[in-house]
C-alpha cells in the first residue's frame, strides 16, 4: 500500500515549527527543576526572539543559589543588552560572600558596561595595580623615580558613574611628586619612603572613584639626575650667551665710533691740506697788492728756516709740518 509523502512532510514541518516555538523538553526540565515557567511563556519568548535555553538555565541556576528572579527579569534584561550569565554569577559570588548587591544593581552595572562578576571577585580579592615610574624632584635638586604598588578593591556602590584605574593611577601619582617636592632633600625620601605612603593615603584619593583604596606601597626608588645642578648649568650658558651679545654689542658700537673717527680724521687732514694750498695764492696776492715786500718774503723765509730747525732738532727724522712758501713759489702768478 503506497502512502502519500506529501501530508507526511507537511506533518514533519508542522511537528518541528510546533517543538521549536514550544520546547517541550526545556519546559519538562525547568519543571522538574522547581523553575516556574509555562510552556506559553517559552513560546513567547521565541517570538520576541530571545533564547530560552538561556533563560531557563539561568532562572534554574540561580534557584539552586537560592536567589529569587522572575524569567521576565532576566528576559527584560537580555532585551536591553545585557549580559545574563555574568550577571547571575555576579549574584550569586556576591550572595556566597555577603556582600550587599541587588539584582537592579547588577544589571546597572552590567549595562553601564562594566564586568560586574569581575567587581565583585576585585570586592573578594582585592586587586593590585603597579604604578609606571614616577619622577620628582626634591628641594635640593635630586631626581627621584619612584613605583608604587596600589591595593584597591572594587566599590559596588560606585561602579555605576565612578572613575575608573586611570583616576587612581593619576592620582597616586600626583601624590607621589608632591610628597617627594615637599621634602628638603633626597635623603630624607630614601631614608622613610612611607611618607609618601602615608601622605597619599590622607589625601582620600578614591574619592568618586570606583574602587577603595586599601594600601600604598613604594614598591622602589631610584636616584635620577641632578636637576638643580642642570638648571644652575643652563642658566649658566644662558647668561654667558647674553654677556657675549652685550659684549660683541660693544665691540660693534666701538668700532663704527673708530671709524667714525678715522672719517673725521681723513676730513680734517683735507681741509688743512686745502688751506695750505691757499697760503702761496694769498702770499702772490700780497705781492700784487705791494701788502708785502720782497725784504719782508726774506724775513718769513727765515723765520720757516728757523722754525724747521727747531722741529727737526724737537723731532729727529720727523717731517716738519711748517708753511714753506717757497715750494709753491713756481706757481705765483
Known amino acids: 500500500m503506497d502512502f502519500p509523502l506529501f501530508p507526511l512532510i507537511v506533518g514533519g514541518i508542522v511537528l518541528l515549527v510546533f517543538l521549536y516555538f514550544f520546547p517541550i523538553s526545556l ?55 545585557g549580559n545574563i550569565p555574568s550577571v547571575i554569577k555576579a549574584l550569586i559570588s556576591a ?28 570586592s573578594v580579592n582585592p586587586k593590585v595595580i603597579n604604578t609606571p615610574n614616577v619622577a620628582a624632584v626634591a628641594q635640593d635638586g635630586i631626581q627621584l623615580i619612584a613605583k608604587a604598588r596600589i591595593t584597591v578593591r572594587a566599590n559596588i556602590t560606585q561602579l555605576v558613574g565612578g572613575a575608573g584605574e586611570e583616576t587612581i593611577l593619576a592620582r597616586v601619582g600626583e601624590g607621589i611628586v608632591t610628597s617627594i617636592g615637599s621634602s628638603r632633600s ?80 681723513q676730513e680734517a687732514k683735507a681741509l688743512v691740506v686745502q688751506a695750505e694750498a691757499e697760503i702761496p695764492k694769498a702770499i702772490a696776492e700780497a705781492f700784487r697788492s705791494g701788502n708785502l715786500g720782497v725784504m719782508d718774503y726774506y724775513k718769513m723765509r727765515n723765520v720757516q728756516a728757523d722754525t724747521d730747525m727747531r722741529d727737526s732738532i724737537a723731532n729727529p727724522g720727523g717731517q716738519s709740518s711748517s708753511i714753506k712758501p717757497g715750494r709753491d713759489e713756481g706757481r705765483m702768478s
Open 95 to 122: 550572595d556566597k560572600a555577603n556582600i550587599p548587591l541587588t539584582f537592579k544593581q547588577a544589571t546597572a552595572i552590567d549595562l553601564a558596561g562594566r564586568d560586574v562578576f569581575e567587581a565583585v571577585t576585585t
Open 186 to 265: 633626597h635623603k630624607e625620601v630614601l631614608e622613610n619612603p612611607d611618607k609618601i605612603s602615608k601622605l597619599v593615603l590622607s589625601k582620600g584619593l578614591d574619592a568618586g572613584t570606583a574602587f577603595e583604596i586599601l594600601s600604598i606601597d613604594i614598591a622602589d626608588i631610584d636616584i635620577g639626575e641632578n636637576i638643580g645642578a642642570k638648571l644652575q648649568i643652563d642658566q649658566a650658558t644662558a647668561d654667558l650667551k647674553v654677556a657675549e651679545a652685550k659684549a660683541e654689542e660693544r665691540r660693534a658700537m666701538a668700532v663704527a665710533v673708530e671709524q667714525e673717527n678715522r672719517a673725521k680724521t
Open 27 to 81: 519546559w519538562i526540565t525547568a519543571l522538574f527543576s522547581g523553575v516556574k515557567v509555562s510552556l506559553f511563556q517559552l513560546a513567547f519568548m521565541r517570538v520576541r526572539k530571545v533564547p530560552p535555553s538561556l533563560i531557563v538555565n539561568s532562572l534554574i541556576t540561580s534557584t539552586k543559589a537560592g536567589l529569587e528572579l522572575t524569567a521576565n527579569d532576566l528576559e527584560t534584561h537580555y532585551l536591553a543588552g
